[in-house]
């Protein structure tokens, strides 16, 4: 099944569903590490999309993002996420997806 959240046309980006979406906000080596993983479960369709996105909704999701066990007592904030495997992952929530529609810097998707 292929996860068609994130769908990019042209370099212009749409998101779909406000369920948590887990992103990685600026690392590379993380992102191909899961994408591997991905891979060697059989996932044949996984695949990294990219895009850009102003840096104060990076700055911004970093300084507000709770830890995972925080998750309940905090339930709008985002979700800083597999701490231990690297920095930038976040599970953003309908608020924080919402705010990244407006930050993507269309033209910029791949």
Same mark, same amino acid.
């Given at each position: 099944?292929?996860? $068609?959240?994130?769908?990019?046309?042209?370099?212009?980006? @749409?998101?779909?569903?406000? +369920?948590?979406? %887990?992103? @990685?906000?600026?690392? =590379? !080596?993380?992102?191909?590490? %899961?994408? *591997?993983?991905?891979?060697? $479960?059989?996932?044949?369709? =996984?695949?990294?999309?990219?895009?850009?996105?102003? +840096?104060? %909704?990076? #700055? #911004?999701? *970093? =300084?507000? @993002?709770?830890?995972?066990?925080? !998750?309940?007592? %905090?339930?709008? *904030?985002?979700?800083?996420?597999?701490?231990?495997?690297?920095?930038?992952?976040?599970?953003?929530?309908?608020? $924080?997806?919402?705010?990244?529609?407006? !930050?993507?810097? $269309?033209? @910029?998707?791949?």
């Amino acid at each position: 099944m292929v996860n $068609q959240r994130i769908l990019i046309d042209g370099g212009n980006v @749409s998101l779909q569903g406000d +369920k948590m979406l %887990f992103v @990685s906000l600026g690392n =590379a !080596a993380r992102t191909e590490e %899961f994408l *591997a993983k991905r891979l060697a $479960q059989g996932m044949s369709d =996984a695949s990294i999309k990219s895009f850009k996105v102003s +840096k104060s %909704f990076a #700055d #911004d999701i *970093a =300084a507000s @993002s709770v830890p995972e066990r925080m !998750a309940a007592r %905090f339930p709008n *904030a985002p979700l800083a996420v597999d701490v231990t495997k690297g920095a930038g992952q976040f599970g953003l929530r309908a608020t $924080q997806i919402e705010a990244l529609k407006k !930050a993507i810097i $269309q033209g @910029s998707g791949r």
